[in-house]
T-cell receptor, first 112, second 113 residues
């Protein structure tokens, strides 16, 4: 099993550009989520999904969109990138219940 | 929203010294999870504590959940350079069989040989 995969690993955007961060998992997990990690801030939840077709907002959802059309994939869209979105983005998945979350390797995004 | 506070933010020890990080909540936690993130890496699950006063050990790591379920600690005995990283506690908030995680800001551990 590949676990949780994320692409790209690195990305540089100009202010106002849009892009999609990809996340996929092969563990048949229903729950998937996106976090951003900024220095000294820990990990903050952006959006999450409890199954195909079901998404909800986390702590810092503004500027991001998500959709979940399949169990495996959970892309994160930046509609109009801003320098404040410079961060490391992690995707995670878990099975049902308060179980451990499996994190992907992350995408390091810089917005200039 | 609910927050978990971690202290210290940073600790630098000599190899062989012990290390402890603390996680505190103003409200009662149902469970608590601990994760480790190596420099440049991603968070990796270490353990989940569920019961009041629970103590679990993983080799040199000892995890404890407070009696009131408002605090937790991770203690590393005789640190090694492989222990370098940031240790996070996380509060799983449960909704209909799933849980979202609220992370503390982490304790960064540096171990000098």
């Amino acid at each position: 099993n590949a676990g949780v995969t994320q692409t790209p690993k690195f990305q540089v955007l100009k202010t106002g550009q849009s892009m999609t961060l990809q996340c996929a998992q092969d563990m048949n997990h229903e729950y998937m989520s996106w976090y951003r990690q900024d220095p000294g801030m820990g990990l903050r939840l952006i959006h999450y999904s409890v199954g195909a077709g079901i998404t909800d907002q986390g702590e810092v959802p503004n500027g991001y969109n998500v959709s979940r059309s399949t169990t495996e994939d959970f892309p994160l869209r930046l509609l109009s990138a801003a320098p404040s979105q410079t961060s490391v983005y992690f995707c995670a998945s878990s099975g049902q219940g308060p179980y451990e979350q499996y994190f992907g390797p992350g995408t390091r995004l810089t917005v200039t | 929203g609910q927050q978990v506070m971690q202290i210290p933010q940073y600790q630098h020890v000599q190899e062989g010294e012990d290390f402890t990080t603390y996680c505190n909540s103003s409200t009662t936690l149902s469970n608590i999870q601990w994760y480790k993130q190596r420099p440049g890496g991603h968070p990796v699950f270490l353990i989940q504590l569920v019961k009041s006063g629970e103590v679990k050990k993983q080799k040199r790591l000892t995890f404890q959940f407070g009696e009131a379920k408002k605090n937790s600690s991770l203690h590393i005995t005789a640190t090694q350079t492989t222990d370098v990283g940031t240790y996070f506690c996380a509060d799983p908030q449960q909704y209909s069989g799933y849980s979202t995680l609220t992370f503390g800001k982490g304790t960064m551990l540096l171990v000098s040989p």
